[in-house]
């Protein structure tokens, strides 16, 4: 899959643009990059215009120090496809922070969304405790590199039969978060520590809404998603067995299915 780049405004993105049709724009979760979705994008690429980007401070991304929101990861998006000449609405699908910069793509450009896709996320705030300690992991991996935060975060990403049975995933996994520049993570950690809670917007949705979650989940459960679901008019939930946070890597054929169903109702 070719990486491409392409400046907006203050930073130059990566992303892979493959095939034709319909946009699907693919965000990927923290602190990973676009290399998540490869399965998504082979399995969607045949029919749609898949757009999966590398967030402004992961992967070949450029990276601005200090703090990005979730709603500057949004506006980095939007401007993303106005340079890639996507004026219309595009299908918006977020895994766990990348639902966070979903909603908030949502909430700021709804006219620019077709559908929605969020896979295991989260539409509350951080309570006051876990923003603070996110602030303090921001410190911390600075002075430590980003290995720290691959040993604290692999245990709760995968389901447990995905870690026992294919350890290869997360040694990908623990790859990527180990190549990535620790100011870019860091930036998303300040960002992810302020999103808005938009538990209260959830009822306005009014575009076709699909849920994935992983049936282990521990980080975003299905209880948890459930309750989004339910709130959003119309959204369907699809729990994933044998899947824990990372459900599009851990069950990619299932997750890939039920995406293309959606695709499918939208003509
Ligand atoms: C993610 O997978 O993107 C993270 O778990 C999000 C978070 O830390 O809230």
């Known amino acids: 899959m070719n990486l491409e780049n392409q400046t907006v405004g203050d930073v130059q993105l990566a992303y892979v643009d493959s095939g034709e049709g319909m946009p699907v724009l693919l965000i990927h979760g923290f602190p990973l990059d676009h290399t998540m979705w490869n399965a998504q994008i082979g399995a969607l690429a045949a029919r749609y215009r898949v757009i999966a980007p590398d967030l402004r401070g992961f992967g070949s991304s450029g990276i601005t ?86 040993e604290t975060m692999m245990p709760k990403l995968l389901a447990e039969s995905t870690a026992a049975g294919r350890p290869e995933l997360a040694e990908a996994l623990g790859r990527v978060i180990e ?71 851990e069950r990619p054929q299932q997750v890939s299915a039920a995406m293309l169903e959606l695709l499918a109702t939208l003509g």
């Open 65 to 150: 120090p200090g703090k990005v929101t979730m709603e500057q990861f949004a506006d980095d998006l939007a401007s993303l496809l106005d340079a890639l000449g996507i004026g219309g609405p595009a299908v918006v699908c977020g895994l766990s922070m990348g639902g966070y910069v979903a909603w908030q793509f949502w909430c700021k450009y709804a006219q620019r969304v077709r559908a929605l896709i969020l896979c295991d996320t989260r539409a509350a705030a951080d309570a006051p405790e876990v923003a603070a300690g996110r602030l303090v992991t921001a410190d911390r991996l600075l002075r430590e590199g980003p290995g720290m935060l691959a």
């Open 179 to 249: 190549r990535t520049d620790p100011q870019g993570i860091a930036a998303a950690l300040r960002g992810m520590a302020e999103r808005p809670d938009v538990t209260a917007r959830l009822a306005e949705i009014t575009c076709p809404a699909l849920l994935i979650v992983g049936a282990e989940d521990a980080i975003s459960t299905p209880q948890e998603m459930g309750t989004i679901a339910r709130a959003i008019p119309g959204a369907r939930l699809v729990e994933i067995a044998g899947a824990g946070h990372m459900s599009p890597v």
